[in-house]
């Protein structure tokens, strides 16, 4: 029953920071196209980095399923992905944390 749970709220906090990197993706878009845009650039020239034969060494063969699937905006949509682990990491940790110090709470093992 502990790892059912433990499955649970793992999925929940990854689908979280998945609605919340949407949310933020369109608040930026909405907000602040040009930094949206700058995003974008640098997820093209990323992109091409990651693309370019002579610096990766892989096979054209290979490297044409790489090209393919890899999109500027999912580079971007990662980014705010990542950036809402790490805002619901401190949320989750750092709340309780604060509990337990403000109020000398002891915490169970």
């Known amino acids: 029953?502990?790892?059912?749970?433990?499955?649970l709220r793992a999925s929940g906090i990854i689908f979280l920071s998945l609605v919340l990197a949407a949310v933020a993706?369109?608040?930026?878009?909405?907000?602040?196209?040009?930094?949206?845009?700058g995003m974008l650039v640098q997820a093209?020239?990323?992109k091409e980095v990651?693309?370019?034969?002579?610096?990766?060494?892989?096979?054209?063969?290979?490297?044409?399923?790489?090209k393919f699937l890899?999109?500027?905006?999912?580079?971007v949509f990662m980014f705010f992905v990542i950036v809402m682990r790490i805002v619901l990491l401190l949320i989750f940790t750092g709340i309780?944390?604060?509990y337990h110090w403000l109020w000398n709470v002891p915490r169970s093992a």
């Open 50 to 66: 990651m693309t370019n034969t002579s610096y990766t060494g892989l096979d054209v063969r290979y490297n044409v399923w790489v």
């Open 96 to 98: 309780p944390m604060l």
């Open 1 to 7: 029953m502990a790892f059912l749970l433990i499955v």
């Open 25 to 37: 993706l369109v608040y930026v878009g909405i907000e602040h196209p040009t930094a949206l845009e």
């Open 70 to 75: 890899l999109q500027e905006q999912q580079f």
């Open 44 to 46: 093209s020239h990323f």
